[in-house]
């Protein structure tokens, strides 16, 4: 007898099943754990429908935790000969209770089943994406702290501009990463509704305490309509993406900069040489490919978000396309967590060359300073502006430290507010 779930006899080609399994037996592995406790979840719920008896729930949930503990020990590895993670449980279950192991399904669909895996690993995914961008946002923060007062031109157009900080500098990216962490928080809510007990989408003759399973996982609500929750199966992981995609826009952005900043020419940052790579022919070489890799990663994620975004593009209800959506929904999460891991070390591990930096704040840097003070003495600021643009030449050097503290507004360089972006970052969402 085959494995497959839905055998009814008859033979299956085996090109056609390799095609459309694909490597939903490796991806799958990755969802078995959350599979397995919503299997429980499913179980007692059936039980308390009074669907199962309480010695079947009882078999049926230690056996389910059995192989939770074989799947942590790495001995209940899916095989390419599994179709997927789901026919692997049920067959486990029956090889060891017989009928009461073909009970499982009572109820339930593979559509439900997977999504509510895929919900729960996303939940976590999230979180652990979430606390890696709150830590490389604390890391910022410090370093905006102890170099609140230290300057560095700040640019547009990648031209020089006006007197900035490495404290205005760290503080921007902390306070970024506090709006992705509430992308991350937004797409949590779309992850946090449990849509099991949907079955294929269009629920079940059987009076299934959906509250109580959700509950039992954890989630914060039910996702009701059946076909709303398949289809939204890609839509909540382009979400998820999305959030993913945001917290990597930013370190693709902190990677540019201090790709700029470490270039020979500019030399303000340096990494420690732990973080640099070498060259196979050039002796002298260290090199930032880290930083190169962390700009790169977010064209992974990015990548993975136009792949589920285009998968979705279905009429109602489950199409195995979805299935498709597993693979960038994973790729593009671990690669954003990945890089997120990377910002609190590798920005722990920066110096600065502080008097390159102020070298660097060049006499035109005080241009708009000028302006302004003209303006407060009584010059309508567009002849201020003019009057000044014909002196560029003659300008002198301001005192950096003078022009931070004048820009007072709250956000300002001489008003950062870092308790409050820190108070945001601590805030609970
Ligand atoms: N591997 C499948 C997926 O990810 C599981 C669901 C299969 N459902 C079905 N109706 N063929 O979508």
């Known amino acids: 007898m085959s494995g497959r779930l839905w055998d009814k006899g008859g033979a299956a080609d085996a090109e056609m099943l390799r095609y459309t399994a694909r490597d939903d037996w490796q991806l799958d592995q990755r969802l078995l754990a959350h599979d397995l406790r919503a299997t429980v979840a499913h179980v007692r719920g059936l039980g308390r429908a009074g669907i199962l008896t309480a010695d079947e729930v009882a078999l049926l949930v230690s056996e389910l935790d059995a192989i939770a503990e074989r799947e942590r020990a790495g001995a209940f590895v899916l095989t390419d000969a599994d179709e997927d993670g789901h026919t692997a449980i049920e067959v486990a279950l029956v090889a060891k209770l017989g009928d009461v192991g073909k009970k499982v399904h009572t109820g339930r669909s593979r559509n439900d089943q997977v999504l509510v895996a895929t919900r729960l690993w996303e939940r976590d995914a999230l979180d ?6 709150r830590a490389g946002a604390r890391t910022l923060l410090d370093l905006a702290r102890r170099e609140a007062w230290t300057p560095m031109p ?18 921007s990216f902390a306070e970024g990463l506090c709006d992705a962490l509430d992308s991350i928080a937004g797409a949590r ?35 009701l309509n059946g076909m709303a929750a398949q289809t939204s199966r890609g839509l909540v992981e382009a979400q998820a993406l999305s959030a993913a995609w945001h917290v990597s826009a930013l370190a693709r952005r902190l990677a540019w900069d201090l790709s700029i900043f470490t270039m020979t020419e500019l030399g303000f940052v340096k990494l420690d040489p732990a973080f640099t790579t070498g060259s196979s022919i050039m002796p002298q070489k260290r090199n930032p490919d880290v930083v190169e890799l ?29 299935q498709l959506t597993k693979a960038p929904t994973m790729r593009g999460l671990d690669e954003a967590i990945a890089t997120a891991r990377l910002i609190p070390r590798l920005v722990a591990s920066l110096t600065f060359d502080r008097e390159r930096m102020a070298a660097a704040i060049s006499a035109e840097c005080y241009a ?14 567009r002849e201020a502006y003019k009057q000044v643009a014909g002196e560029i030449a003659s ?9 931070l503290a004048a820009r007072t507004s709250v956000g300002a360089p001489g008003n950062l507010q870092l308790d409050a972006i820190g108070a945001r970052l601590e805030a609970k969402r």
């Open 128 to 133: 652990v994406l979430a606390e890696a961008v």
């Open 154 to 171: 700040g640019y547009t157009h990648l031209q020089r501009a006006v007197p900035s900080s490495i404290g205005f500098w760290a503080a």
């Open 189 to 223: 809510v779309l992850v946090d509704r449990c849509p099991l007990g949907t079955a294929a989408g269009y629920g079940v003759n059987l009076p299934l305490d959906r509250e109580g399973v959700a509950a039992e996982l954890g989630f914060a609500a039910v996702a």
């Open 294 to 322: 962390m700009r790169a990663s977010c064209s992974v994620v990015q990548g993975a978000l136009a792949e589920v975004q285009s998968l979705v593009a279905l009429p109602s209800a489950y199409h195995r396309d979805l």
């Open 368 to 381: 708009t300073d000028k302006a302004v003070d003209l303006a407060v003495a009584g010059v309508p600021f």
């Open 395 to 403: 300008l002198e050097r301001g005192d950096p430290r003078a022009s």
